[in-house]
């Protein structure tokens, strides 16, 4: 069985960082697509970022030239880096892994295994 456990969420001020990261149990994470989506209140959940099983990333428009994907296959881990966050960012983050997913629906939400959720509160 698969499980996605995130860590590094919390509250911050506008401007400041946070880093996000999921450890993966089970052998899906080396050939796997990582990715991470958020969930603001009374909103859908909306794709974030991905990096595939060769290392590319994709990003939405909003966080792009702010946030990074990357992963550690030897810790089975990926992570998001947060850079000058604003406060829309707010929401719970959400990793997710999939083995076959390819293309673009590495930008929607058809991955098969996702985590409980971090929370991140970006203050103004």
């Known amino acids: 069985q698969v499980q996605l456990v995130e860590s590094g969420g919390g509250l911050v001020q506008a401007g400041e960082s946070l880093r996000l990261s999921c450890a993966a149990s089970?052998?899906?994470?080396?050939?796997?697509?990582m990715a991470w989506f958020r969930q603001a209140p009374g909103k859908g959940r909306e794709f974030v970022a991905a990096?595939?099983?060769?290392?590319?990333?994709f990003y939405r428009d909003a966080v792009k030239g702010r946030f990074g994907i990357s992963r550690d296959n030897a810790k089975n881990t990926v992570y998001l880096q947060m850079n000058s966050l604003k406060p829309e960012d707010t929401a719970v983050y959400y990793c997710?892994?999939?083995?076959?997913?390819?293309?673009?629906?590495?930008?929607?939400?058809?991955?098969?295994?996702w985590g409980q959720g971090t929370q991140v509160t970006v203050s103004s």
């Open positions: 089970g052998r899906i994470f080396s050939g796997s697509a």
């Open positions: 990096i595939n099983w060769a290392g590319s990333t």
């Open positions: 997710a892994a999939d083995s076959t997913i390819r293309g673009s629906s590495l930008y929607t939400d058809k991955y098969n295994y």
